[in-house]
């Protein structure tokens, strides 16, 4: 039997290392989310033997280091971003979109700002203006706003890239969450749509467990040809919600935004 490439890329590591890693994993297997964090790790097929002997080559550094096996796990995913295959320009859908929780793009929006809002107020502007017109200064602080947080990841509408990638998708919170497998019951969202083009034509890559990080909720795609990710849909999914393609980009603003946007209360 093929060894799977989590096997092939420990293979290449000193027999220490190895040993450290599994020992590491073996210790999440009773906390819920690291357990499928290491399942996630023993499942990845979106990074080249290279990057994956690399990314597990930094994780048995941190652990011998002394860190704490999580945060040795993060340090390591975050010298390791967007190493995933990098979709060709032709192929870069134009439309793309996100959901992301009120408070964080608030923070966004206020940084975005200069000062001008605080949190709170950029806030209260996001939900007075959501799904109508935009002040203009709200326009411009929302333009200048980071799109994430070092790492953007979104979705597109594989059918029809030009589109808003929510159109096909449920209107209620908790249909957004389980087609998009976020772990937010409780967060309002905000969906946000951009042009590829009019945000500057980032570079979009195949998510991998490094850009993942500790998110539980994600999962590796089996197809280690796939040109990008899917997303889980959360149990129980009784619509029977297919998996959504998602991809990773490197932060940048959200120049190419379009509006309006929407607000989506749990």
Not at 159 to 176: E, K, Q, R, V, Y
Request: charged share 15%.
């Amino acid at each position: 039997m093929r060894m799977s490439q989590y096997q092939e890329a420990l293979a290449v590591l000193p027999s220490g290392s190895t040993t450290a890693i599994q020992a590491a994993l073996n210790a999440w297997v009773g906390n819920p989310d690291l357990s499928q964090v290491g399942q996630n790790i023993c499942d990845e097929t979106a990074l080249v033997a290279a990057d994956f002997a690399k990314l597990l080559g930094s994780f048995a550094t941190e652990l011998a280091n002394g860190t704490a096996s999580k945060d040795s796990w993060i340090a390591a995913c975050r010298a390791h971003k967007r190493r995933g295959r990098q979709l060709p320009d032709v192929d870069c859908p134009s439309i793309l979109g996100r959901a992301r929780s009120l408070d964080d793009h608030a923070n966004s929006v206020a940084k975005g700002s200069g000062g001008a809002l605080t949190p709170a107020e950029a806030k209260r502007l996001l939900l007075k203006h959501a799904g109508g017109p935009v002040a203009p200064a709200l326009d411009s602080f929302m333009r200048l706003a980071p799109l994430g947080n070092y790492l953007v990841w979104a979705t597109f509408n594989a059918n029809n890239p030009a589109t808003d990638p929510f159109n096909h998708l449920p209107t209620s919170h908790g249909g957004i969450c389980t087609a998009l497998g976020l772990g937010w019951a409780n967060a309002i969202l905000i969906l946000l749509v951009w042009s590829h083009a009019g945000s500057g034509s980032p570079s979009l890559h195949r998510p991998t467990v490094a850009d993942a990080e500790v998110y539980p909720f994600y999962r590796p795609h089996r197809d280690a040809s796939a040109p990008w990710g899917f997303t889980c849909p959360l149990p129980p999914n009784p619509g029977g919600l297919q998996p959504q393609p998602e991809l990773v980009m490197p932060e940048t603003t959200s120049q190419g935004l379009r509006l309006p946007f929407r607000v989506i209360r749990a």
